[in-house]
């Protein structure tokens, strides 16, 4: 799905509604950004918008043009950018493969700009629970292998206060349209469009806004 039809109705999709609310021509670092479909949504919703990204491996050849990539261990190093550079900072699906949170989430902070707010995204911890389907899909948190722990959005805003940001707003990460799309989906025979809509209809990840203070 291409992200420029959100535009009229951002509200469709959490990570949308959050892209949408940040500033005209912000820079926006996305921790984690793997294959750059995400990246590459960002753009194609706010072609505005400054990108920046770091992954441990990554696909930089994927991304967006211009895109800011630098390789990082988010458990172990320093984000290679100063101090108050970014006005948004997105991380989604990351910290549920990650030992310890505690680097990325200073490291996240401080790169922020006072006033700018970091978007977190996880998999529930209701997903331990759901069948399992191997290699065809990760429905339960373990099909994917590379999982070590699910961290509920309540320990990372824990976390998000003692490094000196102010939660704002939580819940479960859905595109309604995927989501609404499931009670037709559920009738065909398996396909990764049918399990997307079903996770989608789950409410199978949860998130946290978190804002840095001026």
């Not at 211009?66 to 699906?93: I, K, N, Q, Y």
């Not at 389907?133 to 309540?154: A, I, Q, S, W, Y």
């Not at 805003?157 to 707003?169: I, K, S, Y």
Request: proline residues 9%.
């Amino acid at each position: 799905m291409n992200w420029k039809l959100l535009r009229p109705a951002p509200w469709l999709d959490t990570r949308a509604r959050f892209v949408t609310s940040t500033p005209r021509a912000s820079a926006l670092l996305d921790l984690g950004s793997s294959d750059g479909e995400t990246l590459r949504h960002f753009a194609e919703l706010r072609p505005d918008l400054r990108l920046f990204a770091a992954d441990k491996f990554g696909a930089p050849e994927k991304y967006p043009a211009g895109c800011d990539f630098r390789r990082a261990d988010f458990e172990s190093a320093s984000l290679p950018w100063p101090e108050a550079r970014m006005d948004a900072v997105t991380c989604m699906h990351v910290v549920e493969h990650l030992q310890n949170c505690e680097n990325l989430m200073r490291e996240a902070t401080r790169v922020l700009k006072p006033g700018g707010a970091i978007y977190f995204e996880t998999p529930h911890p209701k997903t331990t629970g759901l069948p399992r389907l191997g290699e065809k899909f990760t429905m339960n948190f373990h099909d994917d292998p590379t999982h070590v722990r699910p961290v509920p959005v309540e320990e990372l805003a824990a976390l998000a206060t003692r490094c000196g940001l102010r939660p704002v707003q939580q819940g479960i990460s859905r595109n309604w349209l995927f989501a609404l799309a499931h009670p037709f989906f559920a009738l065909l025979p398996d396909s990764r469009k049918k399990f997307t809509a079903r996770v989608h209809w789950l409410g199978w990840s949860a998130y946290l806004v978190a804002r840095k203070p001026q």
